[in-house]
């Protein structure tokens, strides 16, 4: 588990953003790239893909999201993607940008969001498979928000300790290495269950008024639909119209980077790479 142990020994950054402190560990170098994770995960849960950043010269932030991690759940706050976004900004505004911008599920949805708001902020664009559903009813967002299934599975992984999350993490997942699935487990008992009574929204179905304000360069990795991957064929069909490259993984789930670790770390550098304006200092 040398990757997790590496970047919990980066440097801490703690950044207002309203009643929020957002803390992120840093491993400071040259351009930075700033990596937000999925729901119930945290900053840690990067350690794989960020060491290798990290090395290839990036100045890598892993910031923890409002109720995650070490970032506190404000009482009385949304727990809502204007909130998130709003968290995002402060953060990036405190680095040298624009900066690549990558993020996972909740971290993806905030992600394209912030892109889509300040263009000014955000180099290029990388999401890992959002929660993004065909676009036919946008109203069902608020039923879909209001039935969170999250609230019941936490508690019972926050009812068992770490080496016991850890194993029935790697009774799922038998692919992941021992650095995802310690950070996995680790993050789960961070995450502040208090979130839950906060009001919920999340893009779901309303994505593509979105999508089409990015203006960077935009990497989308997914997964198949049949191991969990949440972004469908057809949504993946109307990113591409858009300009955006999408890369479909076989054998990965939601999970992309955890499921296929070398075809994500690939595809990332060769997105980064080719950018002359991403390339670290």
Not at 24 to 46: E, K, M, N, Q, Y
Not at 75 to 92: I, K, S
Not at 130 to 158: C, F, I, K, M
Not at 222 to 235: Q, V
Request: hydrophobic content about 45%; charged content about 20%.
């Amino acid at each position: 588990m040398d990757a997790l142990a590496r970047v919990e020994q980066w440097a801490t950054m703690v950044v207002p953003a309203g009643s929020v402190r957002v803390h992120a560990r840093r491993s400071r170098g040259g351009r930075p790239i700033v990596l937000l994770h999925r729901f119930c995960d945290d900053g840690t849960c990067w350690a794989p893909v960020a060491v290798a950043l990290a090395g290839d010269g990036w100045d890598v932030v892993l910031p923890d999201a409002r109720g995650h991690g070490r970032t506190a759940m404000p009482a009385g706050e949304p727990f809502a993607h204007d909130a998130h976004v709003v968290d995002a900004v402060a953060v990036l505004a405190t680095l040298v940008y624009p900066v690549v911008l990558v993020g996972h599920s909740l971290g993806a949805n905030t992600a394209a969001r912030v892109a889509a708001a300040r263009p000014d902020l955000v180099s290029r664009l990388v999401l890992e498979d959002p929660p993004w559903t065909p676009p036919r009813d946008p109203a069902a967002d608020v039923t879909a928000d209001a039935s969170n299934p999250h609230e019941d599975w936490l508690q019972g992984l926050q009812a068992i300790d770490g080496p016991a999350r850890m194993a029935a993490a790697a009774a799922e997942h038998p692919n992941w290495s021992a650095d995802d699935l310690a950070a996995w487990a680790a993050s789960k008992g961070r995450v502040d269950p208090r979130l839950f009574a906060a009001e919920q929204r999340f893009l779901r179905r309303s994505w593509p008024a979105v999508a089409r304000k990015v203006q960077s360069p935009t990497l989308m990795f997914t997964g198949e639909t049949r191991l969990g991957a949440a972004l469908d064929p057809e949504s993946a069909q109307i990113l591409i119209g858009l300009g955006w490259r999408v890369v479909g993984v076989q054998g990965a789930g939601h999970n992309v980077r955890r499921d296929n670790h070398s075809t994500y770390l690939s595809e990332l550098r060769a997105f980064l790479s080719g950018a002359p304006d991403a390339v670290p200092a």
